[in-house]
């Protein structure tokens, strides 16, 4: 049974740093693209950052570039999000989302989604 399980959310002033985790299990990481969303009320999924299944190639979006770095841990068969430098808007639960193919920009291309964890950027 594939699951994903964010963890590593929760409240953090403005200018400082959380990282997410993603854990995966009933499959390999290795095989899969692996994405970070997150999503406000009333909003649609954005998508932040995606790494390839093969680990060799990851992208970002422009709202989170510089500040946001994904990663991943093959033996731990675990995806990270760094986020350092946050702001207030980026306040928002935060979601991992697997695919068997490349990496996609739509949330609606990925079937496997976490529960979410939630960030709160405030001072």
């Known amino acids: 049974q594939v699951q994903l399980v964010e963890s590593g959310g929760g409240l953090v002033q403005p200018g400082g740093s959380l990282r997410l985790s993603c854990a995966a299990s009933?499959?390999?990481?290795?095989?899969?693209?692996v994405a970070w969303f997150r999503q406000t009320p009333g909003q649609e999924r954005e998508g932040l950052s995606c790494?390839?299944?093969?680990?060799?190639?990851?992208n970002y979006a422009v709202s989170v570039e510089g500040r946001f770095t994904i990663s991943r841990d093959v033996t731990k068969n675990t995806v990270y999000l760094q986020m350092n430098n946050l702001k207030p808007e980026d306040t928002a639960v935060y979601f991992c989302?697997?695919?068997?193919?490349?990496?996609?920009?739509?949330?609606?291309?990925?079937?496997?989604w976490g529960q979410g964890t939630q960030v709160t950027v405030s001072s």
């Open positions: 009933g499959f390999n990481i290795r095989g899969r693209a």
């Open positions: 790494i390839q299944m093969h680990g060799d190639s990851v």
């Open positions: 989302a697997a695919r068997t193919t490349w990496c996609a920009s739509g949330a609606r291309d990925y079937i496997d």
